[in-house]
């Protein structure tokens, strides 16, 4: 990856990426958006000493029929019915 391509994954110019290689120090807020363009919790490693551990998303496509049937508690079904529709 350039330091292009870093720059805007973070939302910063390449002079403030250049100086972020250089700090001794980065705030939460940078090491949080660091950690989203890297895909890596940058948080765990730094501050409890801890590798993240691989994530596996899995996409299943299934009727709301069948979704029904597992019988989920009402907040689940809830939250999934707002993450379909965006809210």
Do not use: C, Q, W
């Not at 720059?7 to 110019?13: C, E, M, Q, T, V």
Request: charged share 30%; glycine share 2%; proline share 3%.
């Amino acid at each position: 990856m350039t330091i292009t391509d870093f720059a805007a994954l973070i939302h910063k110019d390449r002079t403030t990426v250049n100086h972020i290689f250089t700090r001794k120090s980065l705030d939460t807020e940078l090491l949080i958006a660091i950690s989203k363009a890297l895909d890596y919790d940058l948080l765990l490693k730094v501050y409890y000493g801890e590798e993240p551990s691989p994530t596996l998303y899995i996409t299943v496509k299934t009727t709301e029929e069948e979704v029904r049937k597992l019988n989920l508690p009402k907040e689940f079904m809830r939250l999934l019915k707002n993450k379909k529709t965006g809210r």
